[in-house]
């Protein structure tokens, strides 16, 4: 589906904006490894966007070349009309892109809180010198902080795991943490890598539900990976679908699903 | 025991504490930078000489690379002809210590990016080698003086006071006692502004995780240099400490060895750590020293935290605070 250039209304009646995010031409390399072969495609103002594949296909190393932790070997990634140049990882982070990781990367000797806190660095702004001299301003700041942090550790029902170290939680509550810790930041996008894998179905249920509420509360854009097809349906406005580092499909789930490459990928490669 | 004896005892207790105190301020050093980025940095007791030889030079208006202006232009410059106060050649050095963090980021760190930490590692020990030989062509190689106005000599009021109430004086340096309490408000700050300033979770934030640190917008140089700027006050102040005690010499920065056995009593990556584990090896040597010396010939106090510390690496190997190291598999 080619989406108008100025957005689109989705079946369930959210309006979806211009394009956020633009990918164009993107190829990857590791040494002869292609991960990425020249692909391009889009994210929309408030949109679902899913990028599904079966293993190895390319999808962590396009999320990763979306937040700055790759740099693609060729071609442009635009961010609200303009072309990005070579960026750090940190320096995409700034600009409001905010993202999880397949296999968690928490700070796992902090408490929970504290985890969540740091990923409102980015919006914190009393400097060294300043809050030295100016406690109050700083104190001020810093309760704005924890209140916002407060509202997040409510909304993905968290409030009983607040002071734990996050070393000590189960799998599935570090990725609930992680996906905390991103949302702190109130991110222009996030950037979801598999954010159910590993988990029991309730467990999937519910991060479904959050990741659905974060898109429609806070408008947020989102753009995720994921294997299990089923969530990707219910979850998504428009699906990328990679294999073997190409694009062989793009569009509304429907489209995807009747799609002839995408079918014969799926069906040719054991998942697990 | 002898009353009398166990009195002395416990004044070789204190003294202990106090040179353990000292040991405590250059293993700190080693501790922030491993903490931040797994590096062990070899030239933190060099650090220690460098800061206290830069201070020294601030103060009395040394001419920087004076011998080596001279002997390229034949010309006799030795000093500018002015003293600095000592609270004016401190923050002078401190700002060269920031900068020496910055050249230390910009020419080597950066360059050694996801290398293993034995490169790292030696990285540093080359820096040991080139800051000692820096130090020695900007400021001389003579023994120098380090006179900060801190107080010298056998504190009067502790020998009076213990006199009074246990009818035994204590002999305890007045300087020791001012580096405990600097070593105690040095460590407060330190809590203070890793607990919760923006820059400190940003430093705990990389100490866990770099991949985590970077997505949260948090720029792994900035932290080097915050890191290793901190480290080099630290080590300005342990070397005012030492200096202070007994002249600014090559040799200041062989207290590094002496935080080597800290380390391996408290742990790498522990702050508590580097400070108790430099107490019990003050205590403990000089204790030793009082009990065991006399029996075995003396001079125990080389090798006995030595010693120490390997009984230690046997049946607690990742030190009193150090996390438990699980290899994965
Ligand atoms: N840092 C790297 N260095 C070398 N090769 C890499 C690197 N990252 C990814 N690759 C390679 O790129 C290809 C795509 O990997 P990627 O992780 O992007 O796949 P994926 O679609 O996320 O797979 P999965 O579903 O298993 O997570 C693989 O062949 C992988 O080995
Ligand atoms: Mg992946």
């Given at each position: ?22 990918m164009?031409?993107i190829?990857l ?5 292609v991960a990425i072969k020249d692909i391009?495609f ?7 966007r899913a990028i599904i594949g079966p293993n190895g296909a390319g999808k962590s190393s396009m999320l990763n070349v979306i ?35 397949q ?89 979801l890598d598999e954010?159910?894998a ?25 753009a995720l990976i994921e294997h299990d097809m089923?969530v990707v349906m219910?979850?998504s406005?428009r699906v990328v679908v990679m294999d073997y580092g190409r694009k062989i499909g793009d569009g509304?789930p429907?489209?995807v699903r009747?799609n002839q490459d995408v079918i014969d990928a799926y069906l040719g490669v054991a998942h697990g | ?329």
């Amino acid at each position: 589906m080619n989406a108008p250039s100025e957005g689109y209304i989705t079946p369930d009646g959210r309006k979806i904006g211009g394009v956020l995010m633009e990918m164009k031409n993107i190829t990857l390399r590791f040494g002869g490894v292609v991960a990425i072969k020249d692909i391009s495609f889009d994210i929309r103002e408030g949109e679902i966007r899913a990028i599904i594949g079966p293993n190895g296909a390319g999808k962590s190393s396009m999320l990763n070349v979306i937040s700055g932790f790759y740099i693609p070997t060729e071609g442009e990634v635009w961010f609200k009309g303009r072309k990005r140049g070579p960026m750090k990882p940190y320096e995409v982070a700034r600009l409001g892109i905010a993202r999880t990781f397949q296999n968690i990367a928490l700070f796992d000797g902090m408490s929970v809180l504290d985890n969540i806190l740091t990923g409102r660095l980015t919006l914190m702004k009393s400097g060294l010198l300043s809050q030295a001299f100016w406690y109050g301003a700083a104190a001020k700041e810093e309760d704005e902080h924890r209140e916002k942090v407060e509202k997040i550790i409510d909304f993905l029902e968290i409030q009983n795991i607040r002071k734990t170290p996050v070393g000590r939680l189960p799998y599935g509550l570090k990725k609930r943490v992680e996906l905390a810790r991103a949302l702190a930041a109130e991110p222009r996008i996030l950037l979801l890598d598999e954010p159910m894998a590993g988990m029991n179905v309730e467990e999937k249920e519910d991060m479904c539900r959050f990741i659905l509420d974060v898109n429609d509360e806070f408008g947020t854009t989102i753009a995720l990976i994921e294997h299990d097809m089923g969530v990707v349906m219910d979850l998504s406005d428009r699906v990328v679908v990679m294999d073997y580092g190409r694009k062989i499909g793009d569009g509304t789930p429907d489209e995807v699903r009747n799609n002839q490459d995408v079918i014969d990928a799926y069906l040719g490669v054991a998942h697990g | 025991m002898m009353p009398d004896q166990l009195l002395y005892a416990l004044e070789v207790t204190l003294n202990g504490l106090m040179a353990g105190v000292m040991y405590s301020l250059v293993a700190l050093g080693f501790v922030l930078i491993f903490k931040a980025s797994g590096i062990f940095n070899y030239a933190q007791g060099v650090l220690a000489l460098f800061a206290a030889l830069t201070l020294v030079g601030l103060q009395n208006g040394q001419i920087p690379f004076a011998h080596l202006i001279n002997a390229a232009l034949g010309t006799n410059l030795h000093h500018f002809g002015w003293k600095l106060p000592a609270l004016v050649a401190i923050a002078l050095t401190a700002l060269v210590m920031v900068g020496l963090a910055i050249l230390i980021e910009k020419l080597v760190l950066k360059h050694l990016v996801n290398q293993a930490p034995i490169i790292l590692f030696m990285a540093t020990i080359g820096l040991a080698y080139f800051l000692e030989g820096l130090g020695d062509v900007m400021w001389g190689a003579d023994i120098k003086k380090l006179d900060v106005g801190l107080p010298q000599g056998i504190s009067e009021t502790v020998e009076s006071v213990t006199d009074a109430w246990l009818g035994y004086g204590f002999f305890i340096d007045r300087l020791d006692i001012v580096a405990t309490f600097v070593a105690i408000l040095l460590v407060t700050a330190l809590t203070l502004f890793s607990q919760y300033s923006k820059q400190g979770r940003a430093l705990r934030a990389v100490a866990d995780d770099h991949q985590a640190a970077l997505s949260v917008g948090i720029s792994l140089r900035f932290i080097w240099v915050l890191v290793w700027s901190i480290a080099g006050f630290v080590a300005l102040v342990a070397g005012i400490m030492w200096g202070a005690k007994s002249g600014v010499q090559f040799s200041l920065s062989l207290i590094a060895l002496k935080a080597l056995p800290v380390l391996m009593l408290g742990g790498f990556t522990s702050i508590p750590g580097a400070i108790v584990g430099g107490l019990i090896i003050g205590v403990g040597e000089k204790l030793f020293e009082f009990f065991a010396g006399p029996m075995i010939g003396g001079a125990t106090e080389n090798w006995f935290a030595y010693v120490l510390a390997l009984l230690f690496l046997v049946f607690r190997p990742q030190g009193l605070f150090g996390e438990k190291i699980i290899e994965r598999v």
